[in-house]
């Protein structure tokens, strides 16, 4: 069997044991693979970011492996998963915003031109608390502006104090700003040419000291995008590649915990 501890550790294969459900048997028809070995192959394709039918040899089948990844992600157990753990284990009280795309295929929906980057891809937009772990994630087309993610990230975190959000100079909003302060949210972000400055009355305040821990978003894109099947998406449906970034973002938080 294909030794998983060279994809995840030990202690975090056990952790997806326990929380991830188990393929249910049917009364009828042949008996149910473990799911230790269908999750083995799916952590292969998910890491190595090999096609289904090239997973080495685990104790399943790779159409055993796709079903059982095909059922997590029809009946939304990995979104589920990732939001309670993500509500349980992040602190949104100081956070950052950060986009990053994925190159793709041309596929139909979910995909579009990233001008900045010069590539066809899909946008995942990551919402980090204050130690670098995920709080929220969205999904766009790569011609998407970075902006259109924010007002998102901030509606599914609602009920949630988020005292400062640290953001870069592409976010830059007069309106994004104002709307945020007047919630109590100060947006620490680098004023730059051309943006709005107020001659009277209360101005935007950027703090150096905090917005040096943005780097910590970045850190996250780069621990997603270690993963192959998210860096580069080859599946044709947004639904089965929004499970892999779910999937990955479960094992980072398991990581950290």
């Known amino acids: ?47 190595n970011g090999i096609a289904w039918r090239k997973i080495a040899e685990c104790g399943a089948s790779p159409v055993s492996c796709w079903r059982y990844f095909h059922e997590l992600q029809r009946r939304g157990n990995l979104k589920f998963l990732y939001d309670a753990l993500a509500c349980k ?57 970075d902006g259109v993610f924010v007002p998102k990230h901030l509606k599914k975190t609602t009920g949630r104090r988020k005292q400062t959000l640290n953001l870069d100079k592409i976010y830059a909003s007069l309106e994004l700003r104002r709307t945020m302060r007047q919630k109590g949210t100060h947006i620490n972000m680098e004023t730059r040419r051309g943006d709005y400055i107020r001659k009277r009355g209360p101005k935007f305040r950027f703090d150096a000291e905090k917005y040096k821990t943005r780097f910590l978003v970045e850190r996250l894109n780069a621990w997603l995008k270690n993963f192959w099947r998210v860096r580069i998406r080859r599946d044709r449906l947004p639904a089965m590649y929004k499970g892999f970034v779910y999937l990955g973002l479960i094992i980072i938080l398991l990581r950290q915990s």
């Open 89 to 145: 284990q992040t602190d949104v009280i100081e956070g950052a915003i950060d986009t990053t795309t994925a190159t793709s295929f041309r596929f139909e929906r979910m995909t579009g031109w990233d001008g900045k980057h010069k590539k066809i891809g899909s946008k995942i937009s990551l919402f980090a608390d204050k130690n670098g772990l995920p709080a929220d994630v969205e999904f766009g087309k790569g011609n998407y502006h």
């Open 1 to 47: 069997m294909y030794d998983v501890t060279k994809l995840v550790s030990q202690t975090v294969f056990d952790a997806l044991m326990k929380i991830l459900p188990t393929p249910r048997q049917h009364k009828r028809g042949r008996k149910r693979v473990g799911k230790r070995s269908v999750l083995n192959g799916v952590l292969q394709v998910l890491v």
